[in-house]
């Protein structure tokens, strides 16, 4: 239905233009600091000025350590002239640098504190596994300067609180390919499971090196037993604030809009310049096409977005809540043009949460194998669940069922020093852009007679999904540890949702639209319903023809007391989005991780809709995730004798 808005807009499309604007915003962001990010989004803002959009404008929001957006608390902001490590002992290599921020600015930890003007000078003290407590037992660090292979944000406030002066790391997530590069650390809170640094944390200094080089000074410190460094960090911390950077394309009815979003202010070229530049050059080709007449002007606005990762997502959603809900479907664009060769990564098409089902991920999908799959074969994409990063957005809560695409699993080169523009494929920059292009201009201009599309392929998608979950009920049923219950639980789930995402097209439409295909939507939905108690149906005849009880395991005593409790339990949600845990004392946190990127609590809190008690929204989330969440409960009692969300007797 779409193919001929597809290949025009794919004719117009430039990798090499899209390439272009990928260089300009990395060489800004590779600096990481909140200058350069206001600098970053002028540039993005006048970018979109210059291809024809309208409401370009740049927001501010708090970057003060202590505001909230949604459970978040805001992070200082933070500027980064220079900072230097040098060898002062062995004297022999006195003067010999191993760091320095202004030829390698990743190799900063993000939101280090200034030192004296004339630095530092201290030991170097090995510490292994830093991040655990009795790794420091007889190990005095006070005064000293911890050097470690742990990533420093685990170990950062176990290392502050005994006095340390700096952290040293040679973390890589893949050190045996990544000899020589070195991590960017961009989390410097002391929760080993906060992200920015807050007004009340500690203001130590943090170095990443490469495992070569962290090789070699431990094999200075067991030739010479000890090894003195002077450090010398030039930074600030301060009240700043966040930029975020957005304009629209206009449509005939402005009051709803289309998105598209993705990160920018990071250092990778991939992650997430690439994303940036997607939204550059869909922006410049549906403006030009839009202008000449080559494509009607679509019935809704499309807007772009520009964003600190999750932190101001959260508060331009807060501040522009009536906004969001006006959103009809979002795009969410991160580290998506890597070489698959050198990267070791495919790409993820990553669906909304269940608890936000949506037409967009049968639309996408058919999308995908019109662009990608004709244009590369050995291309690698892949249909995936929902994973949390500015798609976030998809909480019901916030609004617009969005659509991510990332690498998948995590790029090599992820958050490194190898994370360069000679590691994008422009071919594939050229060919995401199409596709983003495209999903923001077809459903913009949908109408009824789309809607009856979107549905079908909804339908069809989901039938196929069904069938697969059926399968696999069938394969655990007749495995050594059969359990019908569970299995008839989850087919009936799939049925439910590919219904409501059947369901979900009623959202682009008046109510006379609405009217005028409701039986066809009705027909569609139902028949998924009907299709998945058939489905139950033949798996339980299957199974008893087989010979194997349709009973459950029996349950244990401490889940059934958890399920009780749960069924009497209604969650209350007091902010969107996910779960940090900022606010909770320090020394719950070793119990209680912060829960900020955890899959489990965010699939639970996105079902919570004030009305469902907590033992339904945990059988939805576990649906979703194909496994059994009750002990989430003790986790949701945590939640609220914390504050962080209400809990009421069911009625």
């Keep these: 239905m779409f193919r001929d808005v597809v290949e025009r807009i794919g004719a117009e499309v430039s990798g090499r233009l899209a390439f272009q604007e990928l260089k300009a915003v990395h060489e800004i962001d590779r600096w990481f600091t909140f200058s350069a990010f206001a600098e970053s989004a002028a540039h993005i803002a006048a970018r979109w000025q210059h291809c024809g959009l309208e409401q370009v404008e740049v927001e501010s929001f708090a970057a003060d ?34 760091a320095r921020y202004r030829e390698t600015p990743s190799s900063l930890a993000m939101w280090s504190g200034p030192t004296p003007e004339e630095g530092v000078v201290a030991d170097l003290v090995w510490i292994e596994d830093a991040d655990r407590s009795r790794s420091y037992a007889r190990r005095d660090v006070k005064g000293r300067i911890v050097f470690t292979s742990t990533r420093p944000v685990f170990m950062k406030g176990q290392a502050s609180a005994r006095g340390a002066l700096g952290v040293v790391s040679d973390f890589v997530p893949h050190p045996p390919e990544l000899q020589d590069e070195n991590f960017w650390m961009n989390a410097w809170s002391d929760n080993p499971g906060g992200w920015g640094l807050h007004a009340g944390d500690s203001r130590i200094f943090g170095f990443n090196i490469s495992p070569r080089k962290g090789a070699w000074l431990r094999e200075l410190i067991r030739a010479h037993g000890r090894v003195r460094v ?102 969410c664009v991160d580290s998506v043009a890597h070489r698959q060769d050198l990267c070791r990564a495919g790409l993820g ?19 995908a194998e019109w662009i990608f799959t004709p244009w590369r074969p050995t291309h690698h994409w892949k249909m995936l669940p929902y994973v949390t990063t500015d798609n976030v957005v998809a909480d019901p809560m916030i609004g617009p069922p969005t659509m991510l695409l990332t690498a998948f699993p995590s790029d090599l080169y992820w958050h490194t020093t190898g994370d360069t523009p000679e590691k994008v494929d422009v071919d594939a ?21 789309h809607a009856l599309y979107f549905g079908g392929l909804a339908a069809a998608r989901a039938k196929s999904r069904l069938a697969a979950a059926t399968a696999r009920a069938l394969e655990q049923c007749t495995s050594a540890q059969p359990d019908f219950p569970a299995a008839q639980q989850g087919v009936l789930y799939r049925a439910q949702v590919g219904a409501a995402e059947v369901e979900s097209v009623r959202s682009m439409l008046t109510h006379r639209q609405v009217h005028s295909i409701a039986g066809e939507l009705a027909e569609m939905a139902g028949e998924l319903i009907d299709a998945g108690a058939k489905s139950v149906a033949l798996l339980e005849k ?5 010979g194997v009880g349709l009973e459950g395991p029996a349950m244990s005593v401490r889940s059934r007391r958890l399920v009780s409790r749960a069924e009497r339990l209604v969650p209350i949600r007091k902010y969107i989005g996910t779960m940090a845990y900022d606010s909770v004392d320090a020394e719950k946190l070793s119990r209680h991780p912060d829960m900020r990127w955890d899959e489990a609590v965010t699939a639970a809190l996105f079902w919570c809709d004030g009305r469902r008690t907590l033992d339904e929204v945990l059988k939805l989330a576990g649906g979703e995730l194909t496994r059994d969440l009750t002990a ?19 009625s």
């Design 230 to 331: 002077r450090a010398v960090v030039d930074t600030s911390l301060y009240e700043g604030s966040i930029p975020t950077a957005t304009a629209v394309i206009r449509g005939a009815t402005p009051d709803e809009e289309v998105l598209i979003l993705g990160h920018a202010f990071e250092q990778g070229a991939n992650d997430n310049s690439s994303g940036v530049a997607v939204m550059l050059e869909a922006a410049r080709v549906l403006s030009k096409l839009i202008a000449a007449g080559e494509l009607p002007r679509p019935q809704r606005s499309i807007r772009f977005l520009a964003v600190s990762e999750c932190y101001s997502t959260f508060a331009y959603c807060e501040k522009h809540a009536d906004r969001m809900r006006s959103t009809l479907a979002a795009l």
């Design 65 to 98: 350590g202590r505001s909230k957006a949604g459970s978040w608390t805001m992070p200082l902001a933070w500027d980064a002239r220079d900072a230097v490590l040098t060898i002062e002992e062995p004297v022999h290599l006195a003067g010999t640098v191993i």
């Design 429 to 449: 920059l050229e060919k995401v852009a199409q596709f983003a292009a495209s999903y923001l201009y077809v459903i913009a201009d949908a109408g009824s007679l």
């Design 632 to 650: 989430l409960v003790e986790e949701f009692d945590f939640l609220a004798a914390e504050g962080l969300i209400e809990m009421r007797e069911s």
């Design 349 to 367: 098409v990553h669906h909304p949460p269940d608890a936000n089902a949506s037409f967009t991920s049968a639309f996408s999908e058919r999308l």
């Design 542 to 546: 299957i199974l008893c023809g087989c």
